[in-house]
């Protein structure tokens, strides 16, 4: 069970949370957030413990400095990296579609007609990136919040870790001169498939 995009407050996450609720969906966004008399849905996500918080960590739905707040607060076992991405990702910029919506996506960020901010076009490889370069997180965190958190959450248990016995998912990186790390090669079930 998870919250989202709510304006609950925060007694009512907490009491979502005695019914099972041990995840927020998209932490900041599209939800009550925090405020000095009520800390709201993103507070629950941020103080409570055992609940597992969602970022999208492209720069545009939620600023370097929040994220690395949230970093700071939750530490790399509370937090879960998401793309929220729609079918535009990896596409030319330009008008697309989300959930029969026209979209408009320009400058990296993905907007409906209103100019609401409609989905992402960030892929995961910038998530990982994004969340050491906002938070100076190490490499080992980054992999633990961009899949081992996930793959614990869920019950998956050939997922998360490279061991003997588990799916052979992984993928494998170059740390550049610049300490960007590159994508080079996916391993799914064993099998590579090139960058």
Known sequence: ISLGHTAADYDTAAEAMRRGAHHVTHLYNAQRGLNH??????????LTDGVKAEMICDGIHIKPKMV???????????IELITDSMRAKGMPEGKSELGGQTAYVKDGTARLEDGTIAGSVLTYIDAFRNIMKFTDASLKEAVQMSSGNQAKEFGLTQKGEITVGKDADFVILENSQDGNYELKKTISMGEIIEA
């Open 37 to 46: 008399r009520e800390p709201g849905v993103t507070g629950y996500g941020l």
């Open 68 to 78: 690395y707040m949230a970093y700071k607060v939750k530490g790399s076992d509370g």
